[in-house]
């Protein structure tokens, strides 16, 4: 059972990146996943969540317009669309999954991605 993050990277301010967090050994039908972050010397904080039964999303204020989660349930993966992206988006992201319902708190989910680096710097 495992969850590998990807898709993080060195943009400048304004640019885009896509992160791709896929399951494998498991279904990810149903779990509701999430994306959280954590920035050095600081604790991880939830950014966006997507239910399992009718993809339902979450966004943490922070991020609210410029991110977008989506699912594909026949490729096993989900997405974190990230535009207009700003120096304070720098952290670590990682994906987890948590059955059934989504959930902000960390310590809830059962699985947890390997983490994918963003940084947002000129």
């Known amino acids: 059972v495992q969850l590998q993050a990807s898709g993080g990277g060195l943009v400048e301010p304004g640019g885009s990146l896509r992160l791709s967090c896929t399951a494998s050994?498991?279904?990810?039908?149903?779990?509701?996943i999430s994306w959280f972050r954590q920035a050095p010397g600081k604790e991880r904080e939830v950014v966006s969540c997507?239910?399992?039964?009718?993809?339902?999303?979450y966004y943490t204020d922070a991020v609210t317009g410029r991110f977008s989660i989506s699912r594909d349930n026949a490729a096993n993966t989900v997405y974190l669309q990230m535009n207009g992206l700003r120096p304070e988006d720098t952290a670590v992201y990682y994906c987890?999954?948590?059955?059934?319902?989504?959930?902000?708190?960390?310590?809830?989910?059962?699985?947890w991605g390997q983490g994918t680096q963003v940084t947002v710097s000129s």
């Open positions: 997507i239910s399992s039964l009718d993809s339902a999303t």
């Open positions: 050994g498991f279904s990810l039908d149903y779990y509701a």
């Open positions: 987890a999954a948590k059955a059934p319902l989504m959930s902000t708190r960390v310590l809830e989910y059962e699985y």
